[in-house]
């Protein structure tokens, strides 16, 4: 029986989704996806945890230097609020890897 984790790690492998997305799928709370992010990050020794940086929706600014796991609460450029969360999908070794926009 597949692990929670890794059926987490699985529906990754396929599309990039954000802690929202993650939670519904698998009735969770975002905090809980959190952590099995952290653990899928330090414990993957052959897939590659991606997380997209969360951008700004009214400017288009990027927020690349944050903390990766987390959504910023607004944007320091034009305070907008509307703030897309990070996107996260994991690159298998043998696929080329996409660099983040
Ligand atoms: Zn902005």
Do not use: W
């Not at 009735?27 to 959190?34: A, S, T, Y």
């Not at 952590?35 to 969360?54: G, V």
Request: glycine share 4%; with cysteine.
């Amino acid at each position: 029986m597949l692990t929670l984790r890794k059926r987490i790690s699985e529906v990754l492998e396929r599309e990039a989704l954000d802690l929202k997305e993650i939670a519904k799928l698998f009735g969770m709370r975002e905090r809980e996806v959190l952590d099995h992010l952290k653990h899928l990050e330090k414990s993957s020794h052959s897939q590659h945890l991606i997380a997209e940086p969360a951008y700004c929706m009214a400017c288009g600014f990027s927020f690349k230097k944050r903390t990766r796991l987390n959504t910023p609460g607004r944007c320091p450029i034009c305070k907008s609020e509307q703030i897309s969360p990070p996107r996260f999908k994991i690159d298998l070794p043998g696929k080329k890897i996409k660099a983040s926009p």
